[in-house]
């Protein structure tokens, strides 16, 4: 950290010359290529609302944490929602509900549990607010150097597994006859978001989280013409709303996540006017 906190320095970005901002500008460089490649599968897979029904298992475990007294309830929440996804992946392969269905029946489940668990014993609720809002700013180095290793092992994890899981995720029929095991691949993506997930309530959000799971892909969608158009700009997009919001929020002293998400959803709404504009 000590050279890359000496690269800012050398630079005249009056911004990146506090350490807080620093951290946070090497936690956006590294988030947005992990949103961007996981949103194009939540978006091709019609996974949207399951990613905030993520968000909302990921808050009950850091409320589990928080009971049982964890100094970081952050693995509770990991292993909480991990257990939330492998269990909504074997009731979805084996019920006849259509998926929303059980998206909501699960999301509304896990938000409510999260509270009740908060408020038991006339508990206060104030104390996870940060978890509502999130702040970039308090990232720390230890945190940085996690979700390090959580994108290099989702961008392993798309180097072996991403030709196969968008064709189980596009057509899941024609998948398993090519053998593809689908619930195996669908299972292990479910598990990976619920990391991402997890790792960047704390920072970004549980309001706004899902704007970022969901936002760089549709906007990609608009513009690319092929698979490895969709994924770049997907992740460009990611990249230039981090940065950019980022930016804003500190010169205009608002919350930086809920920057970003405006950045996020102004580039949306720019790609769909490109779309319309070439059609």
Sequence with gaps: ??????????????????DFMKNAFLAVLLMAPLFGLTSTMIVTGRMSFFSDALGHAA??????GAICGLASPT???VLFALGFAILFSFVRSRSHQTADTLIGVFSSTAVALGIFIATAGGGSFTKY???????????TPGEIGMLALVLLAVAVFWVLMGNRLTLAAVHPQLASSRGVP???VQG???????VVVTLAISWVGL????????????????????????????VLF????????????????????????????VIFAVSLCFRKARA
């Design 75 to 77: 693995w509770a929440a």
């Design 238 to 265: 990611a990249l230039a709303a981090g940065i950019g919001g980022l930016t804003a929020s500190y010169y205009l002293g608002a919350s930086a996540g809920a920057s970003i998400s405006l950045a996020l959803a």
């Design 188 to 194: 292990a993506f479910t598990a990976a978001v619920a």
């Design 207 to 234: 309001l706004i989280l899902n704007s970022l799971l969901v936002l760089p892909a549709a906007a990609a969608r608009n513009v690319s013409r092929n698979l490895k158009q969709y994924h770049g700009f997907s």
């Design 182 to 184: 689908v619930e195996l």
């Design 1 to 18: 950290m000590s050279l890359w906190y000496a690269l800012l320095d050398a630079q005249p970005w009056e911004m990146l010359h506090w």
């Design 59 to 64: 808050f009950t475990g850091i409320a589990i």
């Design 129 to 139: 607010n940060k978890y509502l809002i999130g702040d970039i700013l308090s990232v």
